[in-house]
């Protein structure tokens, strides 16, 4: 391994071990402004990160709603945290379903009346190891991107009001950072767009995508300026960062009160199914600053891009 491979490697690692102590660390009573009345709801929560960030909120004395695409499934995982005395609701859920969507809003409001937390952790990817193949792009994009962008749309309606704020938290990847030095998108005059936040706009986003989908079906994607790794899931998580920055944007303008922050956040490469357990980092450390983030105090955070619990570019 080269010197800088070496050091890198050290600097992370350094930096996992002070995530984990501060997993230990306490909040104190002037951060915690929120109690076992405050409401977070995680999509795609039945297992991996999502799992364990529904478990670290509830920890924490949330009340949590842990939402999964299989009723069956989603309820045993939901009894497992409520064994360990957590407050564990939980609700079926699949984000390209507008029907079940519509219902789950619907029950929020009878139930609970509203929420303070939105988690969009659901999603896929279909290339493990190596692996770079574009064969379900198509569902690729519609869940990662679509599916998360739907879902936070209906929900904002039932965001409740407060003076600390409501907060959107979207799990992303460093795969789809724009300005990455290796897997990014070659064309400088779109990226440029992209990041510009007087050019960036939900059609643009849209548009781009649907571009990627065109070329994978008339399959030029090869030679279309697109990330080389991952390629699919790597589209699909710029989208939803650049739709966290739009959408950061557009919120900005509410009232104190009614506000909403919403950022994004890299978990790693997790020991997940999704990775087919190949990982490199725990869920308990993939989920800290996801959880973090749904916690922070300081209100002047938001359209940000982070990973380990520090800013990065998008």
Not at 54 to 77: K, M, N, P, Y
Not at 132 to 142: P, Y
Not at 231 to 260: F, H, N
Not at 277 to 294: C, F, K, M, R
């Amino acid at each position: 391994m080269s010197g800088k491979k070496e050091r890198n490697k050290e600097r992370r690692e350094k930096r996992l071990q002070e995530i984990s102590l501060l997993r230990t660390l306490p909040y104190s009573d002037r951060q915690r402004w929120w109690s076992k009345e405050t409401i977070a709801v995680v999509t795609g929560a039945n297992r991996g990160i999502g799992f364990e960030i529904a478990r670290q909120l509830a920890g924490h004395g949330l009340t949590v709603i842990l939402t999964s695409r299989d009723t069956s499934v989603g309820i045993e995982a939901a009894k497992v945290l409520q064994e360990m005395g957590f407050n564990v609701d939980v609700h079926q859920l699949d984000i390209l379903d507008s029907e079940l969507i519509s219902a789950f809003i619907d029950w929020i409001k009878q139930k609970y009346g509203g929420v303070d937390i939105l988690v969009s952790n659901a999603g896929v990817n279909y290339n493990l190891g190596y692996d770079n193949s574009v064969e379900f792009a198509r569902r690729v994009i519609e869940t990662n991107y679509y599916g998360t962008k739907n879902m936070i749309k209906a929900m904002i309606p039932v965001m409740r009001p407060s003076a600390v704020g409501a907060r959107i938290v979207n799990v992303s990847s460093r795969l789809g950072r724009l300005n990455g030095r290796r897997n990014r998108i070659q064309d400088a005059n779109l990226r440029e767009k992209l990041t510009n936040l007087e050019t960036l706009s939900e059609e643009l986003i849209d548009r781009t995508v649907s571009s990627f989908l065109q070329q994978v079906e008339d399959e030029i994607w090869q030679s279309g300026g697109w990330p080389q790794t991952f390629t699919d899931y790597s589209v699909s998580k710029l989208a939803v960062s650049a739709y966290t920055r739009l959408l950061a944007k557009e919120l900005s303008d509410r009232p104190q009160g009614e506000k909403i922050y919403v950022n994004c956040y890299c978990p790693g490469w997790v020991k997940t199914a999704m990775t087919g357990w190949q990982g490199n980092i725990s869920p308990e450390v993939a989920a800290d600053t996801g959880v973090w983030l749904a916690l922070l105090s300081d209100q002047t955070i938001t359209g940000k891009f982070f990973a380990e619990r520090r800013e990065i570019n998008f």
